[in-house]
Nanobody, 119 residues
Framework: QVQVVESGGGLVQPGGSLRLSCVAS????????MDWYRQAPGKQREWVAG???????VYVDSVKGRFTVSRDDAKNMVFLQMNSLKLEDTAVYYC?????????????WGQGTQVTVSS
């Protein structure tokens, strides 16, 4: 069984910063990929950023230059540094991890953390 837990959300003013964290634990041998998604009220969940093992980070255009994703493989963690936050960044942010166990890979979601950008 795999558990994924996000943290770090909160209320911030436009232009402010937040750092989200995500940790994966449980039965797996490695993490192939870690991604951040978000879902705003009344909208579909959208992919925000991701980082694969041994590869660089990739971002949706709307956050390029403002968000930075990084990972700590020793701790099975991924982070999302969010700077210059805008009102439209308000959403529940979810972490998705692709873990490997033997010959199998499987995706697991966290419960989400709320990010609210408001003046």
């Amino acid at each position: 069984q795999v558990q994924v837990v996000e943290s770090g959300g909160g209320l911030v003013q436009p232009g402010g910063s937040l750092r989200l964290s995500c940790v994966a634990s449980g039965s797996f041998s490695s993490i192939s990929r870690m991604d951040w998604y978000r879902q705003a009220p009344g909208k579909q969940r959208e992919w925000v950023a991701g980082i694969a093992s041994g590869a660089g980070a990739v971002y949706v255009d709307s956050v390029k230059g403002r968000f930075t994703v990084s990972r700590d493989d020793a701790k099975n963690m991924v982070f999302l540094q969010m700077n210059s936050l805008k009102l439209e960044d308000t959403a529940v942010y979810y972490c998705n991890v692709l873990v490997r166990a033997g010959f199998f890979e499987d995706h697991h979601w966290g419960q989400g953390t709320q990010v609210t950008v408001s003046s």
